[in-house]
């Protein structure tokens, strides 16, 4: 069975003709944009030949071999922009998501829809969208198998003027603006966890005053939700 967190990045992809799924693992988000109707074909693609075989197992395990491809491919270096309606990118870290589309600047720019889900580093990930003209179209949190994770859709887009405001960049101004119920756990969790931190660190410590500042990040953030969570 797919997890919520692959469920909620099949649901940002949305339909179209084709989809990528790049770092594909298992293989199972590719199965599951084809086997639900929303995409005709999928290419499932990875720098590694070991879990790109899993995928292909799990792929002629579901019958669609003949619409989903698997390429070995470093990045988005063997996809042609402009093939793909929709390019996802998840289960790795923000630096390595930033690399690849940097890298793969043509791909990501012509597909209609890009869908992220950064493991790490995701503010300094939004900030460099925010940079590159990437307008986000939406914005997920999810709760999966005792881990948090932020998922978000994005289109390339010339005309956009955006900016973020720290906190924004740290936590997803979508996010903060819906009042997320999931984000809300995850920040009364960071308070929780931040505040721990601070009572075992002396005065005068670096680490202090990067853990007030965490805090009080997190705190502005809770004023998005009209309530202390006290």
Do not use: W
């Not at 929303?38 to 070991?50: L, M, P, T, V, Y």
């Not at 075989?53 to 996809?79: F, P, W, Y």
């Amino acid at each position: 069975m797919i997890s919520e967190r692959l469920k909620t990045v099949a649901q940002l992809a949305g339909h179209g003709d084709t989809a990528a799924d790049i770092g594909t693992d298992h293989g199972f988000v590719a199965v599951e944009l084809v086997e639900s109707g929303c995409f005709k074909r999928a290419i499932a693609a990875d720098i590694n030949e070991g879990p790109l075989l899993k995928a292909k197992k799990n792929i002629e395990k579901a019958g669609l071999s003949d619409r989903i491809e698997t390429v070995l491919s470093d990045g988005a270096c063997e996809l042609v922009p402009g093939r793909q309606d929709v390019i996802i990118v998840c289960g790795m870290g923000g630096e390595l998501v930033r690399h690849i589309m940097e890298e793969g600047e043509a791909v990501f720019r012509s597909a209609k829809r890009i869908v992220l889900g950064p493991q790490s580093q995701v503010a300094d990930l939004r900030r460099f969208l925010v940079s590159r003209k990437y307008r986000t179209l939406c914005e997920k949190m999810v709760y999966d198998q005792g881990k948090y994770y932020f998922l978000m859709s994005l289109v390339y887009d010339s005309s956009t003027s955006d900016a973020l405001t720290d906190v924004q960049a740290e936590f997803g101004r979508e996010l903060l603006i819906n009042r997320d119920e999931v984000l809300y756990k995850y920040l009364l969790r960071e308070r929780e966890i931040a505040r721990g931190v601070l009572l075992r660190i002396p005065e005068g410590n670096e680490d202090r005053t990067k853990c007030i500042d965490r805090l009080k990040l997190i705190e502005e953030a809770m004023e998005y939700y009209d309530q202390t969570g006290d």
